[in-house]
């Protein structure tokens, strides 16, 4: 049972607009989400991170929104730049724990 | 210095080897983890370590033993590992809490012929 899903498997953007990547979750004891973007050979890099006492964590280009009623996060991206190209993973955890839960992924390809 | 290491990049063994992959960081994390990713999917957790000590195991096989020996090392000891655990491991460390990311090594390659 996915406890982390992202439904897009991939993603193609032009290169200026924004890109918008989703995340659900089920398990409602999650209450700290980040980001990771990860490029082929190496290690997933943190982007950001977003509490759930916010519904919005804003870092330079990128900005993490938080529903927690719908169980939902997203990723914005703007504007988007061909550098972005990678796989994004969206990842939760619980307060009481070190088990941060990682979502399967969206290849993101911005487009110059 | 903000970086994890890990050695070596790559690494092909034998069903019969044993072999140790390592991790280090001078960040001053006082937690350390091992994950498994496999080709298009997500990283799985394998074992978390808290102040040296491990603190959490995802049922993970006795062929994979983990050893911290200090707060900059973690060790992954590998032994009688089978053509499926195949896959690129992953080191990360961090504060162990409240809320502190993960910072991840570039990861080890392992092929298990």
């Known amino acids: 049972d996915q406890q982390v899903k992202q439904n897009s498997p991939s993603l193609s953007v032009q290169e200026g607009r924004i890109s918008i990547l989703n995340c659900d979750y089920t398990n409602s004891m999650f209450d700290y989400f980040l980001w990771y973007k990860k490029y082929p050979a190496e290690g997933p890099t943190f982007l950001i991170s977003?509490?759930?006492?916010?519904d919005k964590n804003e870092d330079g280009r990128f900005t993490v929104f938080l529903n927690k009623s719908a169980k939902h996060l997203s990723l914005h991206i703007v504007p988007s730049q061909p550098g972005d190209s990678a796989v994004y993973f969206c990842?939760?955890?619980?307060?009481?724990?070190?088990?941060?839960?990682f979502g399967p992924g969206t290849r993101l390809s911005v487009l110059p | 210095d903000t970086e994890v290491t890990q050695t070596p990049k790559h690494l092909v063994m034998g069903m019969t080897n044993k072999k140790s992959l390592k991790c280090e960081q001078h960040m001053g994390h006082r937690a350390m983890y091992w994950y498994k990713q496999k080709a298009k999917k997500p990283p799985e957790l394998m074992f978390v370590y808290s102040y040296e000590k491990l603190s959490i195991n995802e049922s993970v096989p006795s062929r994979f033993s983990p050893e911290c020996p200090n707060s900059s090392l973690l060790n992954l000891h590998l032994h009688a590992l089978q053509p499926e655990d195949s896959a690129l491991y992953l080191c990360a460390s961090s504060n162990p809490r409240p809320f502190n990311e993960q910072f991840f090594g570039p990861g080890t390659r392992l092929t298990v012929l």
């Open positions: 977003i509490s759930s006492i916010k």
């Open positions: 990842a939760a955890s619980r307060r009481d724990g070190q088990n941060f839960v």
